[in-house]
């Protein structure tokens, strides 16, 4: 920058303060009629009514209540012991029977149908052996089978002792 400028610029800059001055001098002296001190009141009319009724309650009872309060919840607190003690007790009482019951009776019934299902397997396992067996004997020999299926079909208590005294041969 040349000196030229800053000479300008400070000029300009000393005119804008000049005026702020100018403006803050016409502030105060609007302001300053407005501001006036209060008068001093006379509190001593308003204390001498306190003391009056301080004066009638006697507060030092109190105090030395909520004193002898405070001690004693200290040494209420005092006597606690850090840790409580717990006591576990564990037994069945009269209440829980039916429940137990209720539990021992759905053991036994999962108990029974396991092994009804065990037993309806095999069942189901033997029947599907036999099944296979038949369809086998079919297929080799379809006049054997015509003959088993007809002789049953018209008599099947007849066809049943037949067998039987056939096994015991």
């Given at each position: 920058m040349k000196p030229e400028e800053l000479d300008e610029r400070l000029a300009d800059a000393e005119r804008v303060l000049a005026l702020h001055s100018k403006r803050l001098e016409q502030l105060e002296k609007?302001?300053?009629?407005?501001?006036?001190?209060?008068?001093?009141?006379?509190?001593?009319?308003?204390?001498?009514?306190?003391?009056?009724?301080?004066?009638?309650?006697?507060?030092?009872?109190?105090?030395?209540?909520?004193?002898?309060?405070?001690?004693?919840?200290?040494?209420?607190?005092?006597?606690?012991?850090?840790?409580?003690?717990?006591?576990?007790?564990?037994?069945f009482e009269d209440r829980s029977r039916g429940l137990l019951i209720g539990g021992i009776i759905l053991l036994i019934i999962t108990a029974v149908s396991v092994g009804l299902s065990f037993s309806l397997y095999r069942e189901n396992s033997k029947l599907q052996e036999n099944d296979m067996k038949y369809r086998m004997i079919r297929q080799s020999y379809p006049k054997v089978t015509l003959w088993a299926d007809t002789t049953y079909q018209h008599d099947p208590v007849e066809a049943e002792k037949w067998v039987e005294q056939i096994e015991v041969k």
């Open positions: 609007q302001e300053a009629p407005k501001q006036q001190e209060p008068e001093p009141q006379e509190y001593n009319s308003h204390f001498e009514e306190l003391k009056a009724i301080l004066k009638r309650y006697d507060f030092s009872i109190q105090a030395l209540q909520i004193y002898a309060q405070i001690n004693s919840f200290r040494d209420t607190i005092s006597k606690l012991p850090k840790v409580l003690p717990v006591r576990h007790h564990h037994h």
